[in-house]
Each structure stands twice: as structure tokens, then as C-alpha cells.
């Protein structure tokens, strides 16, 4: 596999990094239809975890498959297929080699009462990875909940054995906590601070939710305000948020959230591409519509990133 010279500056953003990271970083931006490009769409299917298995799969039920989901990320093109274990050992070797994997190694439910910290639980491990030909892990952190710092140590330990070992490490950075409002879960001040944490913690690629131009500390706002920092369009939030992620010198993906309409989520890959992201990781709107209308959808996204449309 020959690297482009897009992927190749990519990588070179890096340094310190051991070679076996780099290769498949490598590798997940060279796959697919965005392969080579430096942009990336990521199929994550750990809602089922999250959510429960009706609220996930039920509006379209091939999704309750494991082997759909993979088959789906393949045939749209895509970089990269992520999943909790079960699911990625359900498809393991029907699909090995065909699309680099991402194994999330920690995972909550919604079962859990809403006094209880916001944490998850550590569910797979660095060899499950290895063992499953994985490419990286994922790992999910809440910036603002009281068991933050313990999440932070867990996924400090895990990074280091993973590189050690050669994979790479994805972070969901999602802000949530006691003391965090709905509103200040997509303030553009706090995710861009999630996109920091994440960088600061070694994240290779960080993912994070698209914000809103909600400023939710008062300390922070003053600066925006002072600096006259530009959070007016999405395209300015995504600019913002990828300065965060040591100024574009971390993969930094957006997550696509819960359903929407198309044309909302074409919207949003354009601003992701005009501020300078890497792309969308994209659950829910793409696996909730049937096959033939989410590859339609996908090929769209793909279409967005190259900067046909």
C-alpha cells in the first residue's frame, strides 16, 4: 500500500509514535472511497449498548445483524467499521481484511439511573484487539462528570499498552456531568475543550459532537468575547474545534448524533469539510435507513469530502 502525500503529512503529525500506530492509522485513511484523502467516514455501531436494541435496530431490523453493519461500512467505501466486542467478534472472520475495525473498549447503558456518575464501564481489553485484527481501540470519556479523572487514568493506561502493541487509540470525548445542562453538553467552548482533553490525553483520532454557538463558562466567554473568537456557523465552530485538537495536527471526526433528516446531514459533512475536519463518524443516520437509502446517503458524504457537491 503506497500512502499519499495527504496521508503521508497526516502522519507526519505523529512524532514520537511508534510504527506500528502509523501503520494502521495508515491504513484506515487509505481504505475506502475517501482512501488517501484525508478525510474519513467511520460506521460506530455501539448503540445497541447504549441505547437498547429496539431504539437502535427496530426502524430498520436487518440492523440487529452484526455481519449488516460490516457489510454495509464495505460496501459504502468506508474507512473504517467501529462496534463493542461481541459485535466485532460476531463478523470477525467472515470479514477479516476487508475494512480496518475499531473495538470499543468501554461501554454504558441506559438501564443505569440518572443520579449514578457518568462513567462506563471497561468492557474489552488491548488484546481482544490485537487477537481480532483490530486497528484500534475506542474509548469513550465524559469531560465534566464527577468520574472523570478515573476515566482519564483508564484510558491513559490503555493508550500506552495499545501503542506499545501497535494500535491506535480513538477517543469519544463527550462532554456530560452532574453540573453540565443540555446546552452545555454542545457549547462550542466545551467542545472544544473535550477536543483538547482528548488530544492531551493521546488520542491518534479524536471524535466529538458538533457544537452549537452556546458559550457555557463564564470564564471562557469573556475570552471569546475579548478575542473576538468566530463561533457564527458551523464552519467556524468546526475551525475552532480543530485549533483545539493541536491545530489540526490530530484526526478529529464528528459524530453524526441522533436521526435526522438527509439534507441535515449533508449540511453538516459541508461544514465539516469548509472548517477543516476529517470527516463524520455517522451511527445512527446511515444504519437506521434501509440498506439501499443509506449507501445513497453514504456515496453523498463521500461525494461532500472530495468536494463534488
Known amino acids: 500500500?503506497?500512502?499519499?502525500?495527504?496521508?503521508?503529512?497526516?502522519?507526519?503529525?505523529?512524532?514520537?509514535?511508534?510504527?506500528?500506530?502509523?501503520?494502521?492509522?495508515?491504513?484506515?485513511?487509505?481504505?475506502?472511497?475517501?482512501?488517501?484523502?484525508?478525510?474519513?467516514?467511520?460506521?460506530?455501531?455501539?448503540?445497541?449498548f447504549e441505547h437498547g436494541p429496539a431504539r437502535s435496530f427496530a426502524p430498520n431490523p436487518a440492523a440487529y445483524d452484526p455481519h449488516y453493519h460490516y457489510q454495509l461500512a464495505i460496501d459504502a467505501g468506508l474507512n473504517a467499521y467501529a462496534a463493542p466486542l461481541g459485535m466485532i467478534e460476531a463478523g470477525a472472520d467472515t470479514f477479516a481484511g476487508q475494512i480496518p475495525t475499531i473495538l470499543k473498549v468501554n461501554s454504558a447503558n441506559s438501564l443505569i439511573p440518572d443520579a449514578a456518575p457518568k462513567t462506563q464501564a471497561i468492557t474489552a481489553s488491548v488484546d481482544d484487539a490485537l487477537r481480532l485484527g483490530c486497528s484500534a481501540i475506542g474509548f469513550t470519556i465524559y469531560p465534566g462528570s464527577s468520574a472523570a479523572l478515573d476515566m482519564f487514568s483508564d484510558i491513559?493506561?490503555?493508550?500506552?499498552?495499545?501503542?506499545?502493541?501497535?494500535?491506535?487509540?480513538?477517543?469519544?470525548?463527550?462532554?456530560?456531568g452532574e453540573d453540565l445542562d443540555k446546552d452545555g453538553e454542545t457549547a462550542i467552548d466545551i467542545a472544544a475543550y473535550a477536543a483538547q482533553i482528548a488530544a492531551l490525553l493521546g488520542a491518534h483520532i479524536i471524535k466529538i459532537k458538533l457544537s452549537t454557538d452556546h458559550l457555557s463558562l463564564a470564564e471562557a466567554k469573556k475570552v471569546y468575547q475579548d478575542k473576538g473568537i468566530d463561533i457564527a456557523t458551523q464552519a467556524a465552530r468546526v475551525r475552532h474545534c480543530m485549533q483545539a485538537a493541536f491545530n489540526g495536527r490530530?484526526?478529529?471526526?464528528?459524530?453524526?448524533?441522533?436521526?435526522?433528516?438527509?439534507?441535515?446531514?449533508?449540511?453538516?459533512?459541508?461544514?465539516?469539510?469548509?472548517?477543516?475536519?476529517?470527516?463524520?463518524?455517522?451511527?445512527?443516520?446511515?444504519?437506521?435507513?434501509?440498506?439501499?437509502?443509506?449507501?445513497?446517503?453514504?456515496?453523498?458524504?463521500?461525494?461532500?469530502?472530495?468536494?463534488?457537491?
Do not use: C
Open 1 to 48: 500500500m503506497k500512502t499519499t502525500r495527504a496521508v503521508q503529512k497526516i502522519l507526519g503529525h505523529y512524532e514520537g509514535e511508534t510504527p506500528g500506530v502509523k501503520a494502521n492509522l495508515a491504513r484506515m485513511l487509505m481504505t475506502g472511497k475517501l482512501g488517501g484523502t484525508g478525510k474519513m467516514i467511520i460506521l460506530p455501531v455501539d448503540q445497541g
Open 250 to 309: 490530530r484526526i478529529t471526526v464528528f459524530s453524526g448524533g441522533a436521526a435526522k433528516g438527509a439534507d441535515a446531514v449533508y449540511d453538516d459533512a459541508r461544514a465539516i469539510r469548509d472548517g477543516g475536519g476529517n470527516g463524520s463518524i455517522i451511527g445512527r443516520n446511515s444504519f437506521q435507513r434501509d440498506r439501499a437509502d443509506a449507501l445513497a446517503m453514504l456515496g453523498k458524504l463521500v461525494d461532500i469530502y472530495r468536494g463534488r457537491d
Open 156 to 176: 491513559a493506561a490503555m493508550r500506552a499498552e495499545a501503542a506499545a502493541k501497535g494500535i491506535a487509540t480513538v477517543i469519544w470525548s463527550y462532554p456530560r
